[in-house]
């Protein structure tokens, strides 16, 4: 069996909270489609989320989660999640991307065998994975059920972090630095971008000796001259040219930790000079803001008020809450660092605070990693936060 990332016990203090929340909103009954929430609950690892794949969990503490998913996959349930063996469920295979039948028909008669059929029950409506057909055909197998939007429930769960997520975190910001130096060793005026990539994401995956890397949520994003100019285009077969926006991350057990820096390979204009010092004393003001009990909005005005000293204003949120994640990102959809977000910040959020500028030709990009402490923060990256000048 492969080892479990956590002892049993840390998966019995997340169902208990889970169950709280469950009770209190007067679910018996939760179906979790997230991706990383079924991880979160059960250990289950595989890259099988391209057929549906769901987590139950019902309001008995004394029962454990079911997973299911298609019916090869579960061996893989039966390695990596921690439940017991009958708890680890798979549909047949005769109803993998049928036109006349779908999992959720099977599903939805197993939850019916379970007794569980007539329930008041919650339902993650916002996953990635989880598509308008799937929805529609479990609510039509379960005609009895009474259905709630639980969109969420376990990932505000998820945003305060135990000690052992915060052990992974710390490893996964190493990988972080690491990708971010081989980035600076090996980008160079004339490099393509995808060999700098292929060498980037060696230094994810193999980037320490103690420990592996896993694949990020989000690829590694490096933004070259008028790339730089928008925050999510992807490499070509472009050669680099002068300032370039990096966007990196290092994952360990599925825990992601973002480190965001900027490279010039020639001599630094000044107007990218002015907006890095802009954005330098900016995330210095961000810090200075995260502690117990300020409000996200709050961290982001103390940068808008830096920002908007030297001219420059930015539109989107500057960081949100981090952690488990899966491909497509590496966002947990709760804590936001933007106007309007009166979430008070408490020990144990971890946040990926990126001050990104992306402007008419040009960008440049800065992020930490910020764990929120019992007294004020602590950033898991440590990395120098000055344009990396090479020529």
Request: one cysteine or more; glycine letters at 8%.
């Amino acid at each position: 069996m492969i080892e479990l990332p956590f002892a049993r016990d840390e998966y019995q203090r997340r169902l208990k909270k889970i169950r709280a929340e469950m009770a209190a909103r007067g679910l018996e009954l939760l179906v979790v489609n997230d991706v990383a929430n079924q991880h979160y609950i059960t250990g289950y690892d595989g890259w099988s989320f391209y057929t549906p794949q769901i987590v139950l969990v019902p309001i008995e503490n004394e029962a454990e989660p079911v997973w299911i998913g298609r019916a090869m996959d579960a061996a893989g349930g039966l390695l990596t999640a921690w439940m017991k063996p009958e708890n680890v469920v798979g549909f047949p295979e005769d109803h993998v991307q049928r036109a006349d039948r779908h999992p959720m028909d099977w599903i939805a008669a197993c939850i019916v065998a379970k007794g569980w059929g007539a329930r008041h029950i919650g339902i993650e409506l916002e996953a990635y994975y989880f598509s308008p057909k799937a929805h529609a055909r479990l609510v039509a197998g379960l005609p009895n059920a009474k259905w709630h939007d639980a969109d969420l429930l376990v990932n505000w769960i998820r945003a305060v972090k135990s000690a052992p997520e915060i052990a992974y975190l710390r490893k996964a910001s190493t990988l972080a630095e690491s990708a971010v130096s081989r980035a600076f060793e090996v980008i160079a005026p004339g490099v393509r971008e995808c060999d700098a990539i292929a060498a980037i994401q060696a230094a994810q995956i193999a980037g320490s000796p103690d420990f592996a890397g896993d694949i990020t949520a989000l690829p590694p994003t490096i933004l070259g001259g008028e790339n730089a100019s928008a925050p999510h285009i992807m490499w070509s077969d472009r050669r680099f040219g002068k300032t370039i926006a990096l966007e990196l991350a290092g994952v360990c057990r599925r825990y992601a930790a973002g480190l965001a820096r900027t490279m010039q390979l020639s001599k630094t204009p000044a107007r990218v000079a002015d907006t890095a010092k802009a954005v330098i004393e900016g995330m210095d003001a961000v810090l200075d803001a995260v502690r117990p009990g300020t409000t996200a909005e709050a961290v982001e005005a103390a940068w808008r008020k830096v920002i908007q000293r030297y001219g420059l204003k930015k539109e989107s949120r500057i960081g949100y809450s981090i952690g488990v994640a899966y491909p497509p990102d590496w966002g947990e959809h709760t804590i936001s660092l933007r106007p309007g977000d009166k979430t008070a910040l408490q020990p144990g959020n971890v946040l990926h605070s990126i001050l990104g500028m992306w402007m008419d030709g040009w960008g440049i990009e800065i992020s930490e990693t910020i764990l929120v402490t019992e007294t004020g923060h602590e950033t898991l990256t440590k990395f120098p936060r000055d344009i990396h000048v090479k020529s």
